[in-house]
């Protein structure tokens, strides 16, 4: 009968894998969709990689260089002048166009995207969070736990712009990686979760459940 009961959970256990993030829809959708899921997933490769690049250049001149903030800005506005006062002195002299001002920069729908993704996904995270710190599901709990710590001993080793610039390059390689192995990092995560799931329940079974318990608890599980 405990053979059966045993067998009965791990059918459960293994019948109950599902996607990485729980979804249906394709990655594009649960990035937002919209022009930021297109340069996470380089479906704009120019774009994606002209903000690889920036931002490539920026953790140099900080983290390598070791360019002070105020000292770089100071400078890249001098050059910009510069270029633009030679620029408009030529063009007199020659009578060509001068520089122009755009009217738009970055286009207003992109800031839309990108604050509804970030609204969407933190109203999201907040009741996982909530529900995993109440311990509902102790094997995540425990992951969330020891992901957490390893991720402080992590950072204590590098610093807070080597940390961005590597936050920075897992968006912009994880969700393409993520999207082209979907199905091989599900089954992968899957039988993870699983065996997770399965030493828990045998901690549980041979040392939780052993632990004595007050009057009405004993009435309960009775």
Avoid at 136 to 154: A, E, G, H, R, T
Wanted: net charge neutral; aromatic share 12%; glycine share 6%.
């Amino acid at each position: 009968m405990m053979n059966d009961t045993s067998s009965d959970s791990e059918n459960e256990i293994i019948g109950s894998r599902a996607k990485l993030f729980g979804h249906e829809e394709p990655i594009h959708e649960v990035l937002g969709g919209g022009k930021v899921a297109d340069v996470l997933l380089w479906k704009d490769r120019y774009v994606s990689g002209a903000l690889l690049g920036g931002m490539t250049v920026i953790w140099f001149l900080f983290e390598i260089v070791e360019y002070n903030f105020v000292a770089l800005l100071c400078h890249i506005s001098i050059t910009t002048m510069l270029v633009l006062f030679i620029w408009s002195t030529v063009a007199d002299i020659f009578k060509w166009k001068g520089p122009q001002i755009p009217d738009i920069v970055l286009k207003e729908s992109f800031f839309h995207d990108l604050a509804s993704i970030l609204h969407k996904r933190f109203n999201q995270l907040l009741p996982m969070l909530l529900r995993i710190s109440c311990g509902i599901d102790l094997p995540i709990f425990l992951l969330n736990i020891v992901s957490l710590y390893i991720l402080s001993v992590i950072g204590s080793y590098f610093s807070f712009v080597n940390l961005l610039y590597i936050g920075f390059l897992c968006m912009q390689t994880l969700p393409i990686v993520y999207e082209r192995y979907e199905e091989e990092i599900n089954n992968w995560v899957g039988d993870v979760i699983i065996v997770l799931k399965k030493n828990y329940r045998r901690f549980n079974k041979n040392y939780l459940n052993k632990i004595p318990r007050g009057p009405g608890k004993a009435k309960k599980t009775q």
